[in-house]
């Protein structure tokens, strides 16, 4: 039971490259996370997907693209990179879409835009 | 629109010696409480979790808080920290209404320093 895996660990992009950040989860979850952590920022949401088929914007969600491809994977692409999306990205899942429930998070993804 | 600060954003303490951690959120309706801790290199780890009942939560690594109403706060504590302690913790807070998803709103995070 691996939890939520996230690949890759690191990243380095030139500005305008593309790319796609994979996150997959074997713990059966309904909801999965898409965040970027920057320093003295905390976790900002990025997308959500409260169950399969469905995705929504979070609170920074310009610049970003996601898939939630089946129920396991929560892809999140970026399609024209930028300076300002150097940051470290963590995947979550929980089982369930109620506020009472705990996200697990992956190790996430360190991406440097240059 | 929910909030939450951290104010220490760095918090150095010898081993064996206890520890406090200070949140305070704002939110005009009631709130689910969490703390995470993340080890370096590492991703986010549930810590303990607020919802109802009792104040005072228990979590893992015999660390505990107390919600307090009156002065929204949530503060983490700890009587005496292991070197392995070291790491940085998140607060981070949820209203109580269900809706279709868990926005977690998180404080910007407390480096705690264990040093021998």
């Known amino acids: 039971n691996a939890g939520v895996t996230q690949t890759p660990k690191f990243q380095v992009l030139k500005t305008g490259q593309s790319m796609t950040l994979q996150c997959a989860q074997d713990m059966n979850h309904n909801s999965m996370y898409w965040y970027r952590q920057d320093p003295g920022m905390g976790l900002r949401l990025i997308y959500y997907s409260a169950s399969e088929g469905t995705t929504d914007k979070g609170e920074v969600p310009n610049g970003y693209n996601v898939s939630r491809l089946n129920k396991r994977e929560f892809s999140l692409r970026l399609e024209s990179a930028a300076p300002s999306q150097t940051s470290v990205y963590f995947c979550a899942s929980s089982e369930l879409r109620g506020s009472q429930e705990t996200q697990y998070f992956g190790p996430g993804t360190r991406l440097l835009v240059l | 629109a929910q909030s939450v600060t951290q104010l220490d954003s760095q918090v150095p303490v010898f081993e064996e010696a206890p520890v406090e951690l200070r949140c305070n959120y704002s939110?005009?309706?009631?709130?689910?409480l969490f703390w995470y801790v993340q080890y370096p290199n590492q991703g986010l780890q549930l810590l303990l979790k607020y919802l109802s009942g009792s104040t005072l939560v228990k979590g893992i690594n015999g660390f505990e808080a107390e919600f307090n109403k009156s002065q929204t706060s949530f503060h983490l504590r700890k009587p005496s920290v292991h070197i392995s302690d070291t790491a940085e913790y998140f607060c981070a807070v949820t209203t109580g209404m269900n809706t279709g998803f868990q926005k977690l709103v998180f404080g910007t995070g407390t480096r705690l320093l264990v040093s021998p």
């Open positions: 939110s005009s309706v009631s709130v689910y």
